[in-house]
Nanobody
Framework: QVQLVESGGGLVQAGGSLRLSCAAS????????MGWFRQAPGKEREFVAV????????YGADSVKGRFTISRDNAKNTVDLQMNSLKPEDTAVYYC????????????????WGQGTQVTVSS
């Protein structure tokens, strides 16, 4: 069974940094797009960033561009999200996801999801 496990969440002051990691196991991950999503209390899940298999193509939400960087290590089946200049509005549970099917625009049909890791940014 395919599993995605996030780690690295925690409490950080506004302006600080965190690095999240997602470890994938239980399947083959060639040609897989990997994405990060987040869900804040009382709000719907929103897209954060996505990266292609090769790692040379990425796309991020406007709210995090210039602050967050997505990367992957295919040899280790891991995907990271480096978060800098964190703001209180970044507080959310962060999820990683994987899929192979491209949809219109920058979207992917995500078939696998992790359980999430909590990120809390205090002011």
């Amino acid at each position: 069974q395919v599993q995605l496990v996030e780690s690295g969440g925690g409490l950080v002051q506004a302006g600080g940094s965190l690095r999240l990691s997602c470890a994938a196991s239980g399947g083959t991950f060639s040609n897989v797009f990997m994405g990060w999503f987040r869900q804040a209390p009382g709000k719907e899940r929103e897209f954060v960033a996505v990266i292609s298999w090769s790692g040379d193509s990425t796309y991020g939400a406007d709210s995090v561009k210039g602050r967050f960087t997505i990367s992957r290590d295919n040899a280790k089946n891991t995907v990271d999200l480096q978060m800098n200049s964190l703001k209180p509005e970044d507080t959310a549970v962060y999820y990683c996801a994987a899929g192979r099917t491209r949809l219109p625009g920058p979207h992917i049909r995500y078939d696998y999801w992790g359980q999430g890791t909590q990120v809390t940014v205090s002011s």
